[in-house]
């Protein structure tokens, strides 16, 4: 098996915790200030003389390359000539994001290193993780709290550690509730949609674009506004169904998969939006999505048309 190694991946805290994995695992804590060394692709030079080193009072030496997606030519040719008769102690460790894939040197290398993916996890992943993290620290969390981490934060795993560990240290060991969350991290994103379907609602143009612009505050791009607003309008459509077949505020909750008291609060929000309403919403929706997807329109332009037509 190759000891050198070629990280590829997206996600720059998985990429970090590999390179610190290979790193600890080669050298020991004494060994490190001497025998490790961190370049970027330019420094070619330094890095060919770092690989060929030998180590000092250890028996390797772990040469990083970091942003190797910032390829040079020289840099290319001197790493795979080096591969073809690697130095034995020495540890090259190249990590990159995932647009290296597409070059000869991954091609090449990947026939001569161990390649290690650090893509990012998926919402389903993160929320696996996050349990686990809390269950190391001796700490229980709620199932709401971990589905609205992953709400707020996504699947950008180096955001949702340092939340973590600030939840972590805010809990004093109790148990994390959605409540705590809510308070540490932020309003959900449902939250916030909520408001901008109140400000339609009462016709608030000037509520309705400042909530526009929290939502691209918290890098939400045009067609996922689009989509949250989608999701809303579904809701309430199928809350209008259940209704009409005669089922009570449980069997709703059950059906939507939502809490009793969240339920309620959509029933109440239901009764605003008879039938021709929903379809005006859902046609308004469709023709923002396809100017967008069609190239119509920008899709900051869209959203902003969609609004002022929901408005009116």
């Known amino acids: 098996m190759s000891t050198n190694f070629l990280i590829i991946g997206d ?3 998985i990429r970090e915790k590999e390179e610190s994995k290979i790193k600890n695992k080669f050298l020991s804590p004494g060994e490190i200030d001497l025998n490790f060394s961190a370049y970027t692709p330019e420094k070619i030079e330094e890095i060919m003389d770092s690989l060929h080193t030998m180590p000092f009072l250890a028996d390797n030496r772990v040469v990083l390359i970091k942003a190797a997606e910032n390829l040079t030519e020289e840099f290319e040719k ?3 000539l080096y591969l073809e008769n690697p130095y034995k102690t020495s540890i090259l460790v190249v990590s990159a994001g995932n647009n290296v894939k597409k070059t000869s040197f991954f091609k090449n290398a990947s026939k001569n290193m161990a390649v290690i993916l650090a893509d990012k996890p998926t919402e389903e992943d993160i929320k696996k993780w996050i349990p686990s993290f809390f269950k190391k620290e001796g ?3 709620s199932h709401q709290a971990v589905n609205l981490i ?3 934060k996504g699947n950008d795993t180096q955001a949702v550690k340092i939340e973590l560990e600030k939840i972590a240290a805010y809990s004093g060991g109790k148990r994390i509730e959605e ?5 540490l991290i932020g309003r959900s994103v ?3 949609v909520f408001d901008l379907v109140d400000a339609i609602n009462r016709k608030s143009s000037v509520w309705v674009f400042k909530i526009l612009n929290d939502l691209y505050d918290q890098k939400k791009q045009p067609q996922e506004i689009i ?3 989608a999701w809303y309008i579904r809701i309430m459509q199928k809350i209008n169904l259940f209704s009409g077949k005669g089922y009570d505020v449980q069997n709703i909750s059950r059906e939507l998969g939502y809490s009793m008291s969240y339920t309620k609060k959509l029933i109440d929000e239901s009764k605003k939006y008879p039938i021709k309403r929903i379809n005006k919403w859902l046609n308004e929706l469709l023709d923002a999505d396809r100017d967008i997807k069609t190239g119509k329109n920008q899709p900051d332009t ?5 609004l002022v037509n929901l408005i009116n």
Do not use: F, M, P, Q
């Open 11 to 13: 996600d720059n805290y």
């Open 78 to 80: 001197s790493i795979s």
């Open 139 to 141: 700490i229980e969390i």
């Open 150 to 152: 992953v709400e707020l």
């Open 179 to 183: 409540e705590d969350v809510r308070t």
């Open 190 to 192: 449902k939250d916030t």
């Open 227 to 229: 989509g949250y607003l």
């Open 302 to 306: 869209a959203i902003e048309t969609l």
